[in-house]
């Protein structure tokens, strides 16, 4: 099965911050994929930076629902330095 991509620069700009966008994605494109046995790729390109709630919104039910396992259903691509320290922080309380 080909995995979901989700561009997300293409829905929030280069400014990943609406955390109702972000809610808007995970339980109508995210969980629904997962639920199906798909996989979901969330590509950072053209996203400058983001919020923490952003993130959070975007992806910490996964990762608590489904602990570390999630990471073998999600794939994060294109996350420059802010970004990517973001998904980590959110990534490492979601699972605790």
Same mark, same amino acid.
């Given at each position: 099965?080909?995995?979901?991509?989700?561009?997300i620069?293409d829905?929030?700009?280069?400014?990943?911050?609406?955390?109702?966008?972000? $809610?808007?994605? $995970?339980?109508?494109?995210?969980?629904?994929?997962?639920?199906? #046995?798909?996989?979901?790729v969330?590509?950072?390109?053209?996203?400058?930076?983001?919020?923490?709630?952003?993130?959070?919104?975007?992806?910490?039910?996964?990762?608590?629902? $489904?602990?570390?396992?999630a990471?073998?259903?999600?794939?994060?691509?294109?996350?420059? #330095?802010?970004?990517?320290?973001?998904?980590?922080?959110?990534?490492?309380?979601?699972?605790?």
């Amino acid at each position: 099965m080909t995995p979901l991509t989700i561009r997300i620069s293409d829905i929030t700009g280069d400014f990943a911050e609406n955390k109702d966008k972000a $809610r808007a994605l $995970r339980e109508k494109q995210v969980l629904p994929t997962l639920a199906n #046995g798909g996989h979901v790729v969330l590509d950072f390109a053209d996203v400058d930076s983001t919020t923490q709630s952003f993130v959070h919104a975007l992806i910490s039910k996964v990762f608590q629902d $489904r602990g570390e396992k999630a990471f073998d259903l999600i794939e994060f691509k294109n996350c420059n #330095g802010p970004v990517k320290s973001l998904v980590s922080t959110v990534v490492n309380y979601s699972l605790d």
